[in-house]
């Protein structure tokens, strides 16, 4: 047997498929960008529809159903101009005209055809789905049986019912060493870890999405567990990560462990193959406030559920105010790994968007008017989301709840919420890609949640008057994310036509199917490829909006995590629920 006949075995054969298939994607790459750009899902009948052209396409283009002569829409590109993001410079192509539901082919002279151009009502149904029952696959503690999840079905890991308490989690009541439990919870990400900090802005996202379209959801079944039973799925979902939040809390002074970790990253395996000890480590200030924040609106989101989990609600509200007493006494503990952890940090050293959040969910589950008193809304800033500065949540809520505000609280919320919506339209609307990512810094680490908390914040502003410009700004977004980008390609694997194969996640790596676990956002291009050296392979480009690598090693750009997928539900739900059935 020959040296290459030895390494073709069938253990390294698959490795080989997948390796030629990334070699292809590289290759082609140039070949991908000179084709049209649109969103591969499909859009609503009454959406803004876009699609981006090569400069070089020519002056007019057809819309016509395949297979037929008929031209059903007929129109201009407009001129030609550049994305500085990807040093391209490009055409749109206007399609929302096109209101009637139907697959369409798009042609434009020089071009190829462009095809599957989808109308449909409920174009994006499945995906909200999808990226909803996502958080069911990244469940800790439970065997994910096949008539729930499939192929992908998996047996149970980390049951946490034995977790240590670090050294710098220590306290009299629980010396280092102590047992306790700390069961369910999602991982985080690719990663088999869990964090109270991520998990804040998160639980949030995905309660808001309830909060605002609640018929949506509860005409939802995602075929989880609990599907059927006594709780809307959403519901069902979000509380087996606030079940483990709730474990995190030391019942003796209502701090807050920072996270739930090994010492070091699991390698690539399935979590019932990674058995190495787990602990608590560290209360924070910043995971007591997200703590407070997540449990203050969750108990309102669960009191109509009494019934059905009785005591709940309160649970929650009392777990909310111990904490922000907690953090009242202890405004300045700044989470660092201790020596010994190097697992993932969630380090934030600005606290006071953290406590503004956590004081506007508390004023409003309580109305106690201490905590409007200590949001000092006057001279608090507005600013779209991310997990280390969640000030823009506290105005999400505010403008939600407007109706529990004074008159003039209420005015305030409407005018700043309203003046960040046309900030990130205007950019919008002066981008050559029709999007408000147009600068290098709106390219981070999780570009594509960053886009889509653009979004949501957008829709936020939109839901206030109904300006229409808004609610197209935000369609935009979700467009770039299922494929009207650069890289011609859908984030969320298992959608559309071209989407990741190789996303940075420990079970789709390891499960030995080709197919990776669907619904999952892949972070998105990263120009600070903080991975590189890690990889194999090289990124095609440090340009910031092509900066991105379908592999399994890369951290940077292609794993999945749960801050990542809520604004995906969040952002597909309210567009299906609130773009209007015609232009």
């Given at each position: 047997m020959t040296a290459l006949s030895k390494w073709l075995t069938m253990e390294s054969i698959p490795r080989l498929i997948r390796r030629l298939a990334w070699i292809c994607l590289c290759l082609t790459a140039e070949a991908v960008q000179a084709q049209a750009a649109f969103n591969q899902l499909g859009y609503l009948p009454g959406a803004a529809k876009w699609v981006v052209l090569p400069a070089e396409a020519g002056d007019e283009f057809r819309v016509m159903r395949p297979g037929a002569g008929d031209v059903v829409l007929r129109g201009r590109l407009g001129a030609a101009r550049l994305w500085a993001p990807a040093g391209q410079t490009v055409r749109l192509a206007d399609l929302s005209a096109l209101t009637d539901s139907g697959e369409y082919e798009l042609r434009v002279e020089?071009?190829?055809?462009?095809?599957?151009?989808?109308?449909?009502?409920?174009?994006?149904?499945?995906l909200t789905a999808a990226g909803l029952k996502a958080f069911y696959f990244n469940r800790a503690g439970i065997t994910l049986e096949a008539r729930h999840a499939g192929r992908w079905a998996r047996a149970a890991g980390h049951p946490d019912t034995e977790v240590l308490i670090h050294a710098s989690a220590a306290s009299r009541v629980r010396p280092e060493g102590t047992r306790i439990a700390a069961s369910k919870g999602w991982y985080d990400a690719g990663d088999y870890n869990k964090y109270v900090v991520n998990s804040g802005i998160t639980v949030y996202t995905l309660l808001a999405a309830?909060?605002?379209?609640?018929?949506?959801?509860?005409?939802?079944?995602?075929?989880?567990?609990?599907?059927?039973?006594e709780l809307p799925d959403l519901l069902a979902e979000v509380l087996w990560n606030l079940d483990w939040m709730l474990a995190m809390q030391d019942p003796a002074d209502g701090g807050v462990y920072h996270k739930l970790t090994n010492l070091s990253f699991d390698g690539n395996q399935m979590p019932r193959e990674a058995t190495r000890p787990r602990y608590v480590v560290a209360k924070s200030t910043a995971a007591a406030l997200d703590f407070a924040a997540v449990m203050a609106q969750a108990s309102r989101v669960y009191r109509p559920f009494e019934v059905q989990r009785p005591g709940l609600s309160a649970r929650m509200r009392e777990a909310a105010v111990a904490a922000w007493h907690w953090a009242r006494a202890n405004p300045g503990v700044v989470y660092q790994n201790p020596p010994d952890v190097q697992t993932g940090e969630y380090g934030d050293t600005k606290l006071d968007d953290e406590f503004a959040w956590a004081a506007t969910e508390l004023y409003l589950s309580t109305g106690e008017a201490a905590y409007r008193d200590a949001l000092k809304l006057d001279a608090l800033?507005?600013?779209?989301?991310?997990?280390?500065d969640v000030v823009g949540l506290a105005w999400m809520s505010l403008a939600q709840h407007r109706d529990r505000l004074s008159r003039a609280d209420a005015d305030l919320v409407t005018r700043r919420v309203r003046g960040l919506g046309d900030e990130l339209a205007a950019r919008w609307q002066a981008s050559a890609y029709r999007l408000p990512m147009e600068s290098a810094t709106d390219f981070v680490w999780g570009s594509n949640a960053h886009a889509l908390n653009q979004a949501l914040m957008l829709i936020q502003a939109y839901r206030l008057d109904g300006e229409r410009r808004r609610l197209d700004a935000a369609q935009s977004v979700l467009d770039y994310v299922l494929g009207r980008n650069p890289l011609r390609m859908s984030y969320v694997t298992g959608f559309g036509q071209r989407s990741p194969l190789h996303p940075h996640h420990r079970?789709?790596?390891?499960?030995?199917?080709?197919?990776?676990?669907?619904g999952f956002l892949a972070g998105g291009p990263n120009p600070g490829r903080q991975d590189q050296q890690h990889c194999p392979v090289r990124y095609p480009s440090a340009l910031p909006a092509l900066a991105y690598l379908d592999h399994g090693c890369s951290y940077a750009s292609n794993e999945v995590a749960i801050n990542w997928n809520a604004p995906l539900v969040y952002v597909s739900a309210a567009l299906q629920a609130l773009t209007p059935a015609t232009r």
């Open positions: 020089g071009q190829p055809v462009a095809s599957r151009i989808v109308v449909a009502p409920d174009a994006y149904a499945a309830w909060e605002q379209f609640p018929a949506l959801f509860k005409a939802q079944g995602l075929g989880i567990p609990e599907s059927g039973g800033p507005i600013r779209v989301p991310s997990w280390d079970p789709s790596e390891a499960d030995g199917i080709d197919a990776p676990v669907p």
